[in-house]
C-alpha cells in the first residue's frame, strides 16, 4: 500500500469509525450517571477519602476501548468530546465542567498512546487509562473550593493515586483484555498502521489542548458568580448580601466533599436568613447559581445542619460566593446568585385505601438527577425523583394496577408495570413566582404534563 493511502486512512474517520466512537461514547455517558451513584454508596459506607474514586477508570473505559478498537490518532478526543456532550444532555449534576472532563480525558489517552512504539502491548493501554483517569481529580479541583489547609492538599495526592490506580484496572487493563479477545474473535483487526504525517497529528492534538484550556478559562470565569447575593422571596425583609448592616462573625469547619477532607470558613446559611425574616408559612430555599443550576434545601435542614456555609472566594468585583456542607452534594452549590425563601407546598398522592399523602420535594435531594426539560413556555434545566420510588414509599408492599396524574385539565394514565423501577419518568419541581409547580416528565426533557396537581393510585 502506498504511503499516500496509508495517510488518508490515517485521517479519514469512516461511517463505521464514527458510529462505533457515537456507541462507545453513548454506553459510556449513559454509564456514568450510574457509576456515580454506585460510588457515592460506597463512600457513604465506608467514609475513607478516595471512596468516590474508586471506581473513576470505569468513566475512562469506553475511551480507551475505542481507541484499541479504531486504532485512529484523534479517536480518544473525537469520542471524549462525544461522551461529554452525552453526559451533559442528560443532565449530569456537574454541569458543563463534565464536557471539559471527558475532553481532558480523551486528549490524555490519544497522548497515551502517541508516545509508545508498540500500540498492541499493555503498556499504552496502562498509560493512557491511568493519566486520563487521574486527570478528573485536577480538573475538579479547579473548579472546586481550592484546599485551605495541608490535609486538603494531602487529599488531593491520594486522590489522585488512587484514581490512577483505577484507571490502571478498569480503562487499562478491561479495554486492553477486551481488544485482544476481538481481535482473536476475528471482529476486529489487532494491527496498527504507523502514521505517514505523525507531525500534523501532534499539532492538530496539541490545537485542541489549547482551546480546551481556552475553554477552561472560560468556564472559570463563567462560575463566577456576582459579588452581593439577593435573598427574596417570601421573607419580611429582602436584603443583600454582604452589606454594611449585617454584622457577622465567619465559622470555621472541616467537611468532606468528594473524598476530600477541607476546612472551610465562611458564614452560617441559618443566621443569613434570620436577617432576611423569612414568613412563617415559609419551609424551602431555593439555592440559584449563576450559570442557571439550581437545588433545593429544606427549612429542616438548614437550622439542624450548622455545617452549611456560604463561603466567599475572592475580594471586591472578583468576588463570588459558594454554599458548602449539605448533606447531598448536589446542593454544594457555586456562584451564588439568589437565595430565595419559598412555601413548598407538597403534592397530593392518595394511596390505595383512600389516605393522602404529600410529596416534598425537599425530602428527596438524594434521588434528585437534573435534565434539560421542554415546557409549553420555555426549555429549563429542572431536578426530578423517579415517579416509581415516590409510589414505592407511600404505597407499602402493595401495589397499584394503575395510577392517575392529575393536571388542572387534563388526566393521564399509567399501568404500575409502566412505571415500576423505571427512572426516566420522574416529577420535576420548578420555582416559578416564589412557589414549587410539579411537572411530570421524561429525563429526555419530553413534557409529559405541565401543572401536576395530584396522583392517584387504584
Known amino acids: 500500500m502506498s504511503q499516500d493511502t496509508n495517510s488518508k486512512n490515517e485521517f479519514y474517520f469512516s461511517t463505521r469509525d464514527l ?3 457515537t456507541v462507545l461514547a453513548a454506553l459510556g455517558g449513559v454509564a456514568s450517571t450510574y457509576i456515580n451513584t454506585i460510588s457515592d454508596a460506597v463512600q457513604a459506607a465506608i467514609g475513607f477519602v478516595g471512596g468516590t474514586q474508586w471506581a473513576a477508570g470505569l468513566h475512562v473505559l469506553w475511551i480507551v476501548l475505542s481507541v484499541g478498537i479504531l486504532r485512529k490518532p484523534g479517536t480518544g478526543t473525537i469520542t471524549g468530546i462525544l461522551k461529554g456532550f452525552v453526559e451533559l444532555l442528560s443532565g449530569n449534576s456537574h454541569g458543563v465542567i463534565i464536557l471539559l472532563v471527558d475532553i481532558v480525558a480523551g486528549l490524555l489517552v490519544d497522548f497515551g498512546f502517541l508516545i509508545f512504539t508498540k500500540k498492541n502491548n499493555l503498556l499504552p493501554f496502562i498509560a493512557a487509562g491511568g493519566l486520563a483517569t487521574a486527570s478528573n481529580v485536577l480538573v475538579f479541583q479547579v473548579f472546586a473550593t481550592l484546599p485551605q489547609n495541608i490535609l486538603g492538599v494531602t487529599a488531593v495526592v491520594i486522590l489522585l493515586l488512587i484514581a490512577m490506580v483505577s484507571g490502571l484496572i478498569f480503562a487499562g487493563l478491561i479495554p486492553y483484555g477486551l481488544v485482544n479477545s476481538l481481535a482473536r474473535g476475528g471482529v476486529i483487526k489487532n494491527n496498527y498502521t504507523p502514521p505517514a504525517k505523525r507531525k500534523i497529528i501532534w499539532i492538530v492534538l496539541v490545537s485542541i489542548s489549547f482551546l480546551a484550556a481556552i475553554f477552561a478559562v472560560f468556564l472559570r470565569f463563567m462560575y463566577t458568580g456576582p459579588e452581593v447575593i439577593e435573598v427574596s422571596g417570601a421573607v419580611n425583609n429582602p436584603i443583600y448580601f454582604p452589606s454594611r448592616e449585617i454584622d457577622l462573625e465567619t465559622k470555621t469547619q472541616q467537611m468532606d466533599y468528594r473524598g476530600v ?17 423569612p414568613q412563617p408559612e415559609a419551609n424551602t430555599l431555593l439555592l440559584q447559581a449563576s450559570d442557571g443550576y439550581a437545588f433545593l434545601l429544606s427549612f429542616e435542614e438548614i437550622e439542624n445542619n450548622p455545617n452549611i456555609l456560604l ?3 475572592g475580594r471586591g468585583k472578583n468576588a463570588s460566593f459558594d454554599i458548602v456542607g449539605p448533606e447531598s452534594s448536589k446542593a454544594w452549590v457555586r456562584s451564588i446568585e ?30 434528585m438527577d437534573s435534565t434539560q426539560i421542554t415546557l409549553l413556555d420555555s426549555s429549563e434545566k429542572l431536578q426530578g425523583v423517579p415517579v416509581w420510588k415516590i409510589l414505592q414509599f407511600y404505597s407499602g408492599d402493595q401495589n397499584p394496577n394503575l395510577v392517575h396524574f392529575n393536571g388542572y385539565d387534563e388526566l393521564i394514565t399509567f399501568s404500575w408495570t409502566e412505571l415500576d423501577q423505571n427512572d426516566d ?22 413534557l409529559i404534563l405541565d401543572h401536576l396537581s395530584s396522583m392517584e393510585m387504584n
Open 19 to 21: 458510529l462505533i466512537m
Open 261 to 277: 477532607l477541607t476546612k472551610y470558613t465562611g458564614f452560617q446559611l441559618a443566621e443569613i436568613l434570620e436577617f432576611a425574616d
Open 311 to 313: 463561603i466567599q472566594n
Open 338 to 367: 439568589k437565595l430565595i425563601v419559598i412555601n413548598a407546598q407538597g403534592l397530593e398522592i392518595r394511596d390505595l385505601n383512600g389516605f393522602s399523602h404529600y410529596f416534598e420535594p425537599d425530602k428527596w435531594t438524594n434521588d
Open 425 to 446: 419518568i420522574r416529577i420535576f419541581t420548578r420555582i416559578k413566582d416564589n412557589q414549587i409547580n410539579f411537572i411530570l416528565a421524561e429525563m429526555s426533557g419530553e
